[in-house]
Structure formats: C-alpha cells, structure tokens
C-alpha cells in the first residue's frame, strides 16, 4: 500500500514540477496562451523522446513509458481533475446570462450533440471503409459521442483570451459546460449496445432521465445544502472547506446514485457562484475563494494540458490510421458546423443571434482531454486502437489550431459588425 502510495506522489509530483518547468518556458519564450503553450511543449518533448528513441537512445522513451503506463487517463480525468474544473469554471458564469440563453444552450447541449454524433459516425465509418479499416457501425457512432460534445476545460481556457460578446460567450461557455454530461449519457448508452447488443428504447430513455435529469435535480439539492452551511458560518477556511466537500463527496455519491457527476457539480457550482457567493458569504471570504479556485483550476488545467501532450508517449500510431484522422478533421467540422447552424438557422425566426454566430460555434468548438479519456476507456482491441489514435489528432489540431485562431475570428467577425446588428 505504502510502495503504491509513494508510487502515486512520485507520479503526481512529476506532473506538477514539468507543468511548472514548461509553464517558465512558455511565459519566457514561447509566449502562447498558457493551456495551449504547455500542451505544445509536452508535444515537442515527447517527439524529441521519439526521436531519441529512433535514434538509438530508448532510455527516456521507456522511463517514459513506466511513468505514463501508470497513469489511467481515464480514471485521473473523469474521476480526478473532472469535478473541480467543471466546479471552478461553473463558479463564475453568471446565473442571469445563461438564463437568458437557456433554450440554446439547451438545444446545443443535448439535440446537437445527438445530431452530430450520428454525422460522424455515419461520415466515419464510410470513410474508414474507403482507406480499409472495416469496423462496425456502432463504434463509429460511439467515435461520434465522443468527440462531438465541447470540452469544458478546453473551452473556458480559451474563453478567457477570445474577448467573444457576452451574448456569444455565455452560449460557448453554457453549452460546453452542459454537453459534455448529456455525450458521456450517450457514449454509456452506445457502449452498452456494443457490448450486449439488449439496449431497448425504454432502457435508453431511462438512463438518460436518470444520468441527465437525476444529476440535475442531485445537483440542485447538494448545492442548497451547502449554500445552508455557508450562510451560516463567517470563517473562510471552513467556506472554502465546505465548497471542497461539495465538489469531492458530491461527484462521488453521484456516481454511486448512478447521476451524471458532471452535470450535478455544474449545477451545484451555478448555484454556489450566484447565490452562495452573494448570499451566503463575507467579502473576505469571496476573495479567499475565488483566489482558491482560481489557483485549483490554473493548476490542474496546467497539469491536464501537460498530461494530454505526453500522452502522444503512450499511444501507437498507424501510418492509416493518421491518414484516417487527417481526413476525418474537416469532416468533424462539417458535423458540427451542421448540428450548430440548423438549429440556430430556425431559432433566428424567434431571437436575435450574434452575426457569425454559427462560424464562431463551429470553430470554437473546442475538443479536449475528456475525449481521449473516454477513448481510452474502451475496451481494447482494433476498434479502440483506430478510435483512439483518431481522437488524440483530433483534439490536438482542436486545441493548438482551432485554440489559437478562434479569438482572431471573433475579433475580425467584431469588426465586421454593423452598428444595427450591435
């Protein structure tokens, strides 16, 4: 226990200091935005690791490989950073925006999520038969369910830089923060049938309900409990104390009442931002909070970007299955581009959208580590060697490609505003 336990912090305490050393490196010289510049540093030295391993010298790539081989993704992601990430970025939307979009961010989040899951996976699989890689429909769809929702993480990141209009912004980031529970319901429903092939309507209709729908109402009933102990205390350690119990024991019993984790910590963060924040707490403690959260969320994003970019270590690469990924980016796009413009194209006849609202969707749709960690959870075989390998491109090219170019299509989407559309 003692040998798995120090095993664990040597590992953690790695993560850390390469996140602290490439964040130096970044601020000093490369002087991207952070998420993205730290995940492109990871890249660089892992190709350079790979390099020296073609070369020759494989003692860092094997050292490499024992490090990053005990690490699950999966496990560290969707049941480690997940929770306080989804709380620190929920912890700041205001309440009152993201009412005022609530019938798109809800449409996006769960309609063209659904809509763009069936693009892909139909698209992938027609594609993945023309280059050979012969798999069944069913795992393209799930390929679809997983990459399709928005990553949170990736998304609030880059948010911070865009200088998007408050309108649009509340859309991306309402959107990103919701989508991801309703493509982990699906990407559970799809699994299932793959694996057991006895999924019935009914079925499927009731884990949403309860996955979606009880992760809500669970949410709103953990932050109200919590929003209670804080009105009633004035001691910012114990606040900040209970928010961490919030986040912590409130994902983990949610996953015990089988309710979607991320969507009750979204709520219940909502909640504790707009109303225990202004309601329930002292100036002072604010201040201490946020600076808390602020401090959680740069670490761990710091952490999880580094962690994505020396994932590539961990992976085997296919020379097809690269060309598969390739292809499949523009066709990724396309789904979204689809499953965002129809429905925004319909509800334009009830509300006004920012211009290039659907451009500015469709680029800023930002794919993340949630995706890869789903893919690797799968089980293993040739299904999840293509999916994954396919996966890890496509959030790559999201984060560095898409990252760095959507602010400058906001700000030239800006200027090509008219005063009336203001």
Same mark, same amino acid.
């Given at each position: 226990m003692e040998q798995a336990d120090l095993h664990m912090l040597d590992v953690s305490a790695l993560l850390v200091s390469l996140a602290a050393i490439f964040s130096y490196i970044n601020y000093r010289y490369v002087r991207l935005p952070t998420t993205i510049g730290l995940m492109f540093i990871a890249l660089v030295v892992s190709l350079g690791v790979i390099i020296l391993a073609q #070369?020759?010298?494989?003692?860092?790539?094997?050292w490499a490989h024992q490090v990053l081989g005990s690490i699950d993704f999966n496990v560290t992601l969707l049941h480690g950073m997940l929770s306080f990430l989804l709380f620190a970025g929920a912890l700041h939307v205001n309440l009152e925006d993201l009412a005022k979009q609530k019938w798109p961010i809800a449409i996006?989040?769960?309609?063209?999520?659904?809509?763009?899951?069936?693009?892909?996976?139909?698209?992938?699989?027609?594609?993945?038969?023309?280059?050979?890689?012969?798999?069944?429909?069913?795992y393209c769809l799930i390929f679809g369910s997983l990459i399709s929702p928005t990553d949170p993480i990736a998304v609030l990141g880059i948010l911070k830089t865009t200088g998007a209009p408050k309108e649009l912004e509340t859309k991306i980031a309402g959107e990103s923060l919701f989508n991801d529970g309703v493509g982990v319901v699906i990407f559970l429903?799809?699994?299932?049938? #793959?694996?057991?092939?006895?999924?019935?309507?009914?079925?499927?209709?009731?884990?949403?309900?309860?996955?979606?729908?009880g992760g809500l109402l669970f949410g709103l009933f953990i932050g109200f409990i919590a929003y209670r102990m804080l009105a009633s205390v004035n001691n910012y350690q114990v606040e900040i104390l209970i928010t961490l119990a919030l986040v912590m024991g409130g994902y983990s019993l #949610?996953?015990?009442?089988?309710?979607?984790?991320?969507?009750?910590?979204?709520?219940?963060?909502?909640?504790?931002?707009?109303?225990?924040r202004v309601m329930a707490m002292s100036e002072k403690t604010r201040e201490h909070l946020d600076t808390f959260w602020e401090l959680v969320d740069e670490i761990l994003n710091a952490v999880l970007f580094v962690l994505i970019g020396l994932e590539i270590l961990a992976l085997q690469f296919d020379q097809v299955y690269l060309s598969a990924a390739v292809l499949l980016i523009p066709l990724v796009l396309l789904a979204r581009f689809v499953s965002v413009g129809i429905p925004i194209t319909l509800m334009r006849r009830f509300r006004t959208f920012t211009p290039h609202s659907v451009k500015i969707l469709t680029w800023g749709g930002l794919r993340g580590g949630i995706s890869v960690a789903l893919a690797l959870s799968l089980p293993s075989g040739h299904e999840r060697d293509i999916i994954v390998t396919v996966t890890y491109v496509? /959030? /790559?090219?999201?984060?560095?490609?898409?990252?760095?170019?959507?602010?400058?299509?906001v700000r030239m989407s800006s200027r090509q505003r008219s005063p009336a559309a203001d």
């Open positions: #070369a020759g010298l494989d003692t860092p790539e094997t996006l989040a769960s309609i063209g999520v659904l809509t763009s899951t069936f693009i892909i996976g139909t698209l992938s699989w027609w594609l993945l038969g023309l280059l050979g890689l012969h798999i069944d429909f069913i429903v799809l699994t299932g049938i #793959a694996s057991s092939g006895d999924v019935t309507a009914g079925g499927v209709t009731l884990l949403f309900i309860e996955e979606a729908i #949610a996953g015990a009442l089988h309710f979607s984790g991320p969507i009750a910590i979204v709520v219940a963060g909502l909640f504790i931002g707009n109303h225990g496509i /959030v /790559v090219f999201s984060i560095l490609i898409q990252g760095l170019t959507v602010g400058r299509l």
